[in-house]
């Protein structure tokens, strides 16, 4: 099947610094990218649409200078957690849709394994 | 508030046994539903998913799930349960019509003894 792959898988980072993960599509083009955001026995939760080539739609109450998000290519999205505080560690997911076809509506989302961050 | 509830949290079951895993969801119209499965150190893969038609769907390795509008559920099955099978599994729902937004459960972490 299509592999989705994110990195790093796990980061630790101080206060105040920003981290950067990435979300790559490997086998497949996707135009459109998707971010969540998973805490410890809860569920996941819909951060923010990435499309390819404009601007990311996010969420109700994600907060867009914190989370920013870039698509620029149809095989890499990018979520930066800008100064990150301990608050925001959690679980990050992203997905992918093929384009074409095979990615309409009804079409396999293909998800990445998840990225760990711990904000110290 | 539209939501999905997966009442069980975690589950113990036999090799061998059957499972069934709890999924409802609240929602006005029948939504899209799915049943999705997280592994240690892998992304949710997805194991089946419903539309529209026949109720009892097939999905990927030997699960099948039964939707039922009068009670808003999305019932995972598996006849025999295989220690491999130990996972998280996630019920999910769109609720838009066009497979983007979807809203998951809180997950059911199934344990499987030998």
Redesign the interface.
Known sequence: ?AV?S?HP?WVICKSGTSVKIECRSLDFQAT?M?WYRQFP??????MA?SNEGSKATYEQGVEKDKFLINHASLTLSTLTVTSAHPEDSSFY?C?A?PTGLAG???????????SRLTVL | AQS?TQPD?HITVSEGASLELRCNYSYGATP?LFW?VQSP??????LL?Y?SGDTLVQGIKGFEAEFKRSQSSFNLRKPSVHWSDAAEY?CAVDLT???????????TQLKVEL
């Open positions: 099947g989705v994110q898988s459109t998707f026995k809860q569920s996941l939760m819909l649409t997911i997905s849709r309409g509506p009804t079409g396999e989302l293909f998800f990445g394994e998840g | 999905v949290i899209y999705y150190g892998q992304g949710l893969q997805l998913k539309f996630f019509g066009g497979g983007n937004k979807l809203t998951f459960g809180t997950g």
